[in-house]
C-alpha cells in the first residue's frame, strides 16, 4: 500500500528545488523557502522521503553485491539473499560494537564536569532536552529525572513543547519560568550570570531576601543588564524582543545600532528589527478586557498558514445565528476531560441548576454568509512531544494576544473566548490559551475539548463563544481558575488527524459585552 | 473519539518491556526507513549505516525501558537524528539541514507507514532498482553509492547541472511508479 500523497502535484521548480536540496546546493535565499515548502506541501515531503529511501536501497544494493562477490568467490555453494545478509551483518557489528562498549563503560564512570555557579532545575513539567556546551544531549525529559539536575556555564535548555514549564533557581535563590518552545543557554561571562534566549519567555521571581548581584539576558536584538532582584519577563521571538519590568530595573542595549535605555519597574520596552523606531522605555498600559483578531491585522500569527491571501476586506457586520447551546463539563483532572453535552430533555434542569456555576458554550452560525474570498489561517502539522519517546501530530493554529497591541488582555469573571471557524471533517477541536498573572510568571495553558459531535456541519462557517470558566488548566499544579490572567496566545487544534480546521475571527469578550448578547 | 486516546498507529502497544531480541528484531524491521531518515540528513549512504548501527546500539544499552514498539521506533528516529547532526559537526559538513519541526513532521508520516508494508516497499524497490537501464543504474550508482555530487556526474556526462537534477528527477519517478505497480500487484495476488 502506498499511503504517500500524490506527487505528480510538485511543479517542476519545486522539484528541482528538492534536487538541489539533496545535493546541499540551496543558497541562502533558498533556504527559508524551501523550508516553507517543505512545511506547507506534505507532497514535497513524500517526494523527499521517497528520494532518501530510494537512495539508501541503491547503497545498500551495491554494498551487498560487493560482499557477495567476495564471498562467492571463496564459497561458491552460499547463496543468501542480499538483504537477510545484510541484516546478519548488521546484527553481527552492532552485537560486537555493544560487546565493546560493554567493556568500554565498565572501566570506569565519566568524572562530573566542573561547576561554576550551578542552577538547580527544580520543577519541570513537558518534554525538555538539556544540551551539553558541545551540543550534544546531557539529559531529555527532565521530569522523569528524580536526581537534581544543573543546569551548566555553556549548556542550552531546550523545551519541544507548547504546554512545556521549567523551572530554575540560581543559588542566590531567584527562579526563572521557562515555558512553551523556548531556547535558553548559559554563557560563560565573569561573575555574573549571563543567559542567551534564543527564543520563548522567561520571567523571573527574586528571592525574599536576593542580593542585588548582577544579571545580564541576551536576545537576538537585545543585551539587557539588570540585577537578581529585579522582576521581570523577558520574550524573544523572530528578531523581537520585549522587556516588562515589574520590580528593580534593567539597562536595554539594541544590538543593531548599540543605543541604550533604561526601563524602570513598571515600564516596558520593545524591539523590534526595523531600524526605524527610535528606542525608548515606556509605561506598562494598563488592562483592557477584551481583544479581537481578524486576521488581517493580525501581527503575530504563531501557527497556521494563510488559506487566503488575497483578502479583499474586512469581515462585514456579522451575528450569530444560535443553533445550540449546550454545557461543558469537565472532569478535575486533565487526562478526563472531555466536553458533554446534555440532551434536550436533561438541558433544562441542568441549566436552572448550573447557570450561575457555568456559563453555556454557544455554538452558532454566521449570519450573512462571508464570501470565500475571506481572511482565514489554517492549521498547520506541528509535532508534539508528550514524553521521551511518544510524539502525535496536531494540526494548530495560534494567534499572539501580548504582541497584538500594547495592552495586556486580562480575563475577569464572566470573560468569554469567541471563535469563528469552520472544517472539513467532522472531529473534536481544542481550544485554549496561555496566560500569565499579571505582573507575575508563566501561569499555564488552560483548554476545552469539543467532540465532533458538538460542533455542526462540516464545510460551514460556525461560531463558538466558550465562557472562561469552561477551560481548565493542564497543569495539575494550578487548581484555580483563570481569572485575572494576561493572555499570552489563543489557539485552536485537532490532534493526530487534519480535519482541515480554518479559524477566521478570535475574540476575547469582557463580562459587559459578553453579557450584552451574541451579535457584534 | 476520546482525546486522550493514544494516537492511532498500526504498531502495537503491548504493556510490556520489550527485550533485546524484540528491540533488534523491530529496528531491523523498521532499518529501511531508520537509513532513509539518517540519509535524509548526512546524504551519505554508509554514514547512515553507521548512524543506524549506533541507535540500535543505544537502543538496547539505554537504561529506560521500551513498553511498546511504537515508543521505540519514535526515540529511535529521533535519536538517527541526532546522530545525522552530530555525524555532519564531526565531518564539518555544511549542508543545509532541515529545521527541527520539519524533521519531526517527515518523522512522524514515515512512521504512519507499517513496517509489514516497509518490508514489501523494499523488496519491491529492490526488484524496480534492478528493472532500470544500465544508465540510470549507473547515475544513481555514482549519485548515492559513490556520493558523487550532482557536479561531478554532471561533469563525468558533460552535461549540465539542471540536465543531471532532471534524469534523477525522473528516475525516482520512474522507481515510484514501479513501487507502487509492484505492490498493487502483490496485494491483487
Known amino acids: ?32 523557502s524551501f523550508h516553507q515548502m517543505m512545511m506547507d506541501c506534505p507532497e514535497a515531503r513524500a517526494w523527499l522521503r521517497e528520494a532518501a529511501e530510494h537512495a539508501v536501497a541503491v547503497v ?63 520543577s519541570a513539567e513537558g518534554a525538555f532536552s538539556l544540551l551539553g556546551d558541545d551540543g550534544s544531549i546531557r539529559l531529555e525529559v527532565l521530569h522523569e529525572d528524580a536526581e537534581p539536575t544543573f543546569f551548566e ?12 514549564i521549567l523551572q530554575f533557581e540560581l543559588p542566590s535563590g531567584v527562579q526563572f519560568t521557562m515555558a512553551g518552545y523556548a531556547e535558553l543557554r548559559r554563557l560563560p561571562s565573569g561573575s555574573a550570570n549571563c543567559f542567551y534566549l534564543l527564543t520563548g519567555s522567561v520571567w523571573s521571581e527574586p528571592a525574599d531576601k536576593t542580593k542585588a548581584r548582577p544579571l545580564i539576558f541576551k536576545t537576538p536584538t537585545a543585551h539587557v543588564d ?17 522587556l516588562r519590568v515589574n520590580q528593580g530595573e534593567a539597562r536595554v542595549r539594541r544590538t543593531m ?13 520593545q524591539i ?86 457555568l456559563p453555556p458554550v454557544v455554538l452558532g452560525v454566521m449570519k450573512p454568509e462571508p464570501s470565500n474570498h475571506m481572511p482565514s489561517v489554517r492549521a498547520q502539522a506541528l509535532p508534539w512531544r508528550i514524553s521521551d519517546d511518544r510524539r502525535v501530530l496536531l494540526y494548530a493554529t495560534a494567534f499572539s494576544v501580548s504582541r497584538s497591541g500594547p495592552n495586556p488582555v486580562v480575563l475577569l469573571p464572566g470573560s468569554r473566548l469567541r471563535f469563528l471557524f469552520s472544517f472539513q471533517r467532522a472531529y473534536p477541536i481544542r481550544f485554549g490559551f496561555a496566560g500569565q498573572q499579571l505582573h507575575k510568571p508563566f501561569e499555564g495553558k488552560y483548554e476545552l475539548d469539543v467532540l465532533e459531535q458538538e460542533l455542526g456541519e462540516p464545510g460551514r462557517l460556525h461560531m463558538m463563544d466558550i465562557p472562561v470558566d469552561a477551560f481548565q488548566s493542564k497543569r495539575l499544579s494550578v487548581l484555580g481558575d483563570a481569572h485575572g490572567l494576561e493572555v499570552d496566545h489563543v489557539y485552536a487544534l485537532n490532534l493526530f488527524k487534519d480535519a482541515g480546521l480554518v479559524l477566521h475571527k478570535v475574540e476575547i469578550l469582557g463580562p459587559e459585552k459578553a453579557q450584552g448578547g451574541l451579535t457584534d | ?54 541507535v540500535a546500539l543505544k537502543s538496547i544499552t539505554r537504561r529506560v525501558v521500551f513498553r511498546a514498539e511504537a515508543a521505540l521506533v519514535s526515540w529511535a ?21 532541515m529545521e527541527d519541526q520539519l524533521m519531526d513532521i517527515m518523522e512522524m508520516e514515515w512512521m504512519q507507514t507499517q513496517a509489514t508494508s516497509v518490508d514489501h516497499r523494499l523488496d519491491a524497490l529492490s526488484h524496480c532498482l534492478g528493472k532500470l537501464p544500465e544508465k540510470s543504474r549507473q547515475l544513481l550508482k555514482w549519485r548515492y553509492h559513490d556520493g558523487l555530487s550532482c557536479q561531478e556526474v554532471a561533469d563525468r556526462l558533460k552535461l549540465e547541472l539542471n540536465a543531471i537534477y532532471k534524469r534523477l528527477s525522473r528516475l525516482h519517478h520512474a522507481l515510484r511508479d514501479c513501487v507502487s505497480r509492484r505492490l498493487q500487484l502483490n496485494s491483487a495476488d
Request: proline letters at 5%.
Open chain 1, 226 to 242: 539588570l540585577s537578581e532582584d529585579c522582576q521581570f519577563d523577558l520574550h524573544a521571538k523572530n528578531g523581537f524582543t520585549r
Open chain 1, 60 to 122: 545498500d544494493a551495491h554494498r551487498c553485491a560487493a560482499v557477495e562477490q567476495v564471498d562467492f568467490s571463496n564459497q561458491e555453494s552460499t547463496v543468501v539473499r542480499p538483504n537477510s545478509r545484510f541484516y546478519l551483518a548488521a546484527i553481527a557489528s552492532a552485537a560486537a560494537i555493544w560487546m565493546a562498549t560493554l567493556i568500554f563503560t565498565s572501566m570506569g564512570k565519566r568524572e562530573a564536569p566542573v561547576r561554576l555557579s550551578p542552577a538547580r532545575i527544580t
Open chain 1, 272 to 357: 523590534t528589527p526595523e531600524l526605524d523606531r527610535s528606542l525608548q522605555s515606556q509605561p506598562q498600559p494598563k488592562p483592557v478586557h477584551s481583544w479581537s483578531c481578524d486576521q488581517l491585522e493580525a501581527p503575530d500569527i504563531l501557527l497556521g498558514h494563510w488559506s487566503n491571501q488575497w483578502p479583499a476586506s474586512t469581515l462585514p457586520p456579522y451575528s450569530l445565528e444560535v443553533n445550540e447551546t449546550f454545557m461543558v463539563f469537565g472532569s478535575s483532572t486533565p487526562k478526563g476531560r472531555t466536553a458533554r453535552r446534555k440532551t434536550q430533555a436533561q438541558w433544562g434542569t441542568w441549566m436552572t441548576a448550573l447557570k450561575q456555576v
Open chain 1, 257 to 269: 545600532d548599540g543605543m541604550d535605555v533604561l526601563v524602570k519597574a513598571g515600564h516596558m520596552i
Open chain 2, 1 to 54: 473519539m476520546d482525546f486522550q486516546s493514544k494516537p492511532e498507529t498500526s504498531l502495537d502497544d503491548k504493556d510490556h518491556r520489550l527485550d533485546e531480541y524484540q528491540i533488534m528484531k523491530c529496528l531491523m524491521d523498521w532499518r529501511p526507513r531508520l537509513l532513509a531518515a539518517a540519509w535524509s540528513v548526512t546524504r551519505d549512504g554508509f554514514a547512515a549505516e553507521d548512524i543506524f548501527q549506533n
Open chain 2, 77 to 97: 528516529y529521533v535519536a538517527t537524528r541526532r546522530e545525522g547532526i552530530d555525524w555532519l559537526r564531526r565531518n564539518r559538513r555544511t549542508m543545509n539541514v
Open chain 1, 1 to 32: 500500500m502506498n499511503t504517500f500523497p500524490n506527487e505528480e502535484n510538485l511543479t517542476p521548480s519545486q522539484e528541482e528545488m528538492l534536487m538541489k536540496y539533496l545535493d546541499g546546493r540551496l543558497g541562502n535565499d533558498e533556504t527559508a
Open chain 1, 153 to 164: 556555564v555553556g549548556e542550552t535548555l531546550s523545551s519541544q513543547g507548547g504546554d512545556s
